[in-house]
Nanobody, 122 residues
C-alpha cells in the first residue's frame, strides 16, 4: 500500500512557476514509477509526465514538454513536478500516482493522491 499526498499548488500569474510535491508513505516507494496527471473542470484527466522508479527516465507529452520537469528523491519518498512558463490552460487539479509500470495511461496507476489545485491567471 502506498499513500500519496500532494502539496504546492496555488494561484500564479501566467509565465510564473510552481513546484508541486508528492510525499509517499510506505517502504516500497523506490520500486514504483510515478506519474503526474491533471484534470481541469469539465475535462477528462490528462497525463502530464512520468518518471521511472530509479529516476533516470522521464517522459512528457508535447503539451508540457520543455516547461514541466519531474524529479524524485527516493531517500525522502518524494516526487516533484516543476511547472515553468505556466499558461491559463494549465489550470487544473494536479494528481500524482504510483505504478509498477512506466506508463502514460491512468488505468495502469495503482495509487493516487488527493490532488492539489493549480490556478494560472492571465
Amino acid at each position: 500500500q502506498v499513500q500519496l499526498v500532494e502539496s504546492g499548488g496555488g494561484l500564479v500569474q501566467a509565465g510564473g512557476s510552481l513546484r508541486l510535491s508528492c510525499a509517499a508513505s510506505g517502504h516500497t516507494f523506490s520500486s514504483y514509477a510515478m506519474g503526474w496527471f491533471r484534470q481541469a473542470a469539465g475535462k477528462e484527466r490528462e497525463f502530464v509526465g512520468r518518471i521511472s522508479a530509479s529516476g533516470t527516465s522521464t517522459y512528457f507529452p508535447d503539451s508540457v514538454k520543455g516547461r514541466f520537469t519531474i524529479s524524485r528523491d527516493n531517500a525522502k519518498n518524494t516526487v516533484f513536478l516543476q511547472l515553468n512558463g505556466l499558461k491559463p490552460e494549465d489550470t487544473a487539479t494536479y494528481y500524482c500516482a504510483a505504478s509498477r509500470l512506466f506508463s502514460t495511461y491512468s488505468k495502469n496507476y495503482d495509487y493516487w493522491g488527493q490532488g492539489t489545485q493549480v490556478t494560472v491567471s492571465s
